[in-house]
């Protein structure tokens, strides 16, 4: 996640139809980060005591009133947490797939997110898992890797970095559509009115549609694509977001919006996070 929006640091010659504030560094974006980090780590935490989800420990009480409250708390957060993840770090691919073209672009996509996500998954989170399990079971290592450690059918992307893995993938997606989609000048950058707050109603009613009907077919909770440890059930946030996050920078958005906006939407967010 972090790794998408870093370049926001490098400032870069301007290029044509670029404006370079666009390309700055966004201090609030920084912030809101920082904010959707602290809430990942609680999130967790939460899953540790209460709460739905999976997670490799577990303890403390598991009465109604801590299980309510930590569902609420993390179904509150996976409404929303991973998807503004993905819209931020969408938001700086355009300006980054100008700057350097489809080639470097591409390097520099798999430096940053492809050799974390390979470290992890195949080096840094199988030693932490066996370290885990060895105080339960004896296995050597050499037959705990290959029989145990994927035996789920999970191939890449274990562990939070499935984010990093799933960010990849929409990237190069990006990178795809810019390479074959049709010929000409991309628009530039370009600063537009903030959408209405109709506009923002109709937009989450279809989302919250949208992912309903996905969810009657996927479940949450079902590794439907076990390879790759993706849930599906979640891909309509998702994708969303991360188009948003695309047309956000066209558009320049995110330094273009209201403060009145803001504060207007935080209070309607406040009571339907309490409902």
């Known amino acids: 996640m972090a790794g998408a929006a ?7 010659p301007p290029t044509a139809g670029v404006r370079p504030s666009a390309a700055g560094r966004l201090l609030f974006v920084d912030n809101i980060r920082v904010f959707l980090t602290i809430l990942v780590i609680l999130h967790h935490l939460m899953i540790t005591y209460a709460g739905t989800g999976g997670w490799l420990y577990k303890e403390g009480r598991q009465d109604a009133v801590v299980d309510a409250l930590g569902g609420w708390f993390c179904s509150v957060n996976q409404a929303h947490f991973m998807g503004l993840f993905l819209l931020i770090s969408a938001y700086f691919v355009p300006g980054s797939y100008d700057r350097k073209g489809p080639g470097r672009f591409l390097k520099d996509r798999l430096v940053r997110l492809g050799i974390p996500l390979a470290v992890f998954s195949w080096i840094v989170n199988p030693l932490f898992v066996y ?145």
């Open 131 to 275: 370290w885990f399990l060895h105080k339960y079971q004896q296995m050597p290592f050499w037959r705990f890797f290959p029989g145990t450690y994927f035996s789920g059918g999970e191939i890449i992307g274990q562990g939070p970095l499935w984010f990093v893995e799933l960010l990849l993938i929409f990237t190069l997606v990006y990178l795809l559509w810019r390479v074959l989609g049709p010929p000409g000048p991309q628009r530039p950058v370009t600063a537009a009115p903030f959408p209405g707050g109709r506009t923002l109603v109709l937009f989450a009613l279809a989302l919250g549609a949208a992912a309903s009907l996905l969810r009657v077919v996927v479940p949450i909770d079902s590794y439907n694509f076990r390879p790759l440890n993706l849930q599906f059930g979640f891909f309509v946030s998702y994708v969303a977001l991360f188009v948003v996050g695309l047309v956000a920078y066209r558009r320049d958005w995110l330094r273009g919006l209201p403060d009145r906006t803001g504060r207007r939407w935080l209070r309607i967010a406040v009571v339907f996070i309490l409902l």
């Open 6 to 12: 870093s370049e926001v640091g490098r400032p870069a």
